[in-house]
């Protein structure tokens, strides 16, 4: 027996050699650097996903990946765009420019500790259950693996890391592009924690993100309503339309909203009524007639509850341009790195994730899925890279942070965030984009093919951002 696993140690060894062997002197200089800085990484990852704060409110989370990025040589630059947690990290000149994102913000009441079952770190906390905690290190680990290279004259160009906040409400990064902060890169790199690992060369949901309010007239309930004009009545006639205009729009549209106000109390009928809306398609010309005709259905609910009303923009997103050449690129290295290693307690943590929130119990799916060669229906999902996207080409990676197919915005996803399950999430990340970055840097060939097929996509298409006018809805101090 102990002459089997002495062979199996020799073997998983050998295997271990083998696919570094495979590697170039760099990109096992880039392996290196990540794992110097692991801990570093991990470290600050926690912090994030221990401040857990939420749109244009990530004072804490922004710091420590600007610190960090500092402490390593980078020049920084905060506050851009007018968005105080919003940055730069930049090293080297010249061509070419390869940027990197990394976002960090939390998403409200979801709360929860490193545990496979439900429950709160702080009851009604925020909590990272989309996994930017991990999003912004990842990608803060690939960027400084490259300067290193760049430092040591090992290879030329720019490398640009950008803290970008609020991705999941507001949209910083649409203000981010209005700034010019892209104008000079040549191809930008993304990823994104979730359940599985792949280059990604499918496109997102459009969407655009509106406010809608009723003003009507105050009186007493069982006194006198019919001194009233309810703004709570209008607010339920739109809801009404919005749900039958569910069956008269094509299946790639979503429409979903929040009632954030209907009203204070029962025996007062109300005079002021708000709810949060938005539209989603995969295409952002299916989904501006949809939007314009829910705007038509907030006027004639006003009109059937004689009450006022006003709707206000808040803020729009693209869907994203896919590349495929620069998918090609990341594919290439998944394939180098091979799948990511799980310890039995982590897969046996997965599987209690998968008990807890009612799926089949199979554990981490560690596979290198095959990159998708054809357009296929974008998932429900929607971001304000693809703003991104249409300004310069983008180059996106998926990489597995929990377990196959947890419910995504959940406590499920800030539990395994927390732990080496997600810690694993970031190294892997780190290695797989800052290889793909290398062979930009290496091969101007390369660049070229990525920009030039972003060129032919995006076609005479002018980008027009989806916000309000004047300056990002940053929320007062507290």
């Known amino acids: 027996m102990k002459s089997y696993f002495f062979t199996l140690l020799i073997l998983i060894s050998s295997i271990s050699i083998a696919q570094t062997q495979k590697l170039s002197k760099n990109k096992q200089a880039l392996i290196k650097s990540i794992e110097k800085h692991e801990k570093a990484l991990i470290d600050i990852s926690d912090k994030i996903w221990a401040a857990a704060e939420t749109a244009f409110e990530e004072t804490k989370s922004a710091e420590f990946l600007a610190n960090y990025a500092e402490q390593n040589g980078f020049t920084v630059k905060r506050g851009v765009a007018n968005i105080p947690t919003a940055f730069t990290a930049t090293f080297g000149e010249g061509k070419p420019v ?101 280059a990604d060369v499918q496109s997102s949901l459009a969407l655009v993100d509106f406010k809608v309010e009723f003003f009507g007239q105050a009186a007493h309930a069982a006194a006198d309503p019919w001194n009233g004009r309810s703004a709570s009545d209008a607010l339920e006639l739109y809801t009404s339309g919005i749900n039958y205009y569910r069956e008269h729009v094509k299946p790639t549209v979503r429409m979903h909203y929040h009632i954030q106000d209907g009203g204070q109390v029962v025996n007062v009928v109300p005079d002021y009524s708000r709810l949060w809306v938005r539209i989603r398609d995969s295409k952002r010309e299916g989904m501006m007639p949809v939007y314009k005709r829910v705007m038509e259905m907030a006027k004639g609910a006003a009109i059937m509850a004689n009450v006022d009303y006003k709707v206000s923009l808040i803020s729009g997103i693209y869907e994203i341009l896919v590349n495929r050449e620069g998918g090609k690129i990341m594919q290439q290295n998944l394939e180098l790195l091979g799948p990511i290693d799980y310890t039995k307690e982590e897969i046996a943590f997965g599987k209690k994730i998968q008990e807890a929130t009612q799926k089949p119990q199979i554990g981490m799916d560690s596979s290198i899925k095959p990159l998708r060669v054809t357009e296929e229906n974008p998932g429900g999902g929607s971001t304000d890279v693809g703003d991104v996207s249409w300004n310069v080409a983008n180059i996106n990676l998926y990489v597995t942070v929990a377990p196959k197919d947890t419910p995504w915005h959940s406590w499920a996803v800030v539990a395994c965030g927390g732990m080496s399950i997600g810690h694993k999430g970031i190294v892997y990340a780190a290695k797989a984009m800052s290889m793909t970055m290398l062979d930009l840097f290496e091969n101007p060939d390369l660049v070229t093919k990525v920009k030039n097929e972003y060129k032919e996509r995006k076609g005479d298409v002018v980008y027009k951002p989806i916000i309000p006018d004047g300056p990002p809805p940053i929320p007062a101090q507290k």
């Open 98 to 198: 390869i940027s990197i994102l990394g976002e960090f913000d939390a998403l409200p009441g979801i709360s929860q500790k490193t545990k496979p079952t439900k429950d709160p770190l702080v009851k009604g906390g925020n909590g990272h259950g989309c996994g930017h905690n991990l999003f912004g290190t990842g990608s803060l680990g690939a960027a400084i693996a490259i300067k290193e290279l760049i430092e040591q004259g090992k290879i030329k160009g720019t490398i640009k890391f950008l803290g970008t906040p609020a991705e999941e409400k507001f949209f910083a990064k649409i203000w981010m592009v209005k700034a010019g902060l892209w104008d000079d890169v040549d191809v930008n790199i993304s990823w994104h924690p979730g359940a599985k690992t792949e």
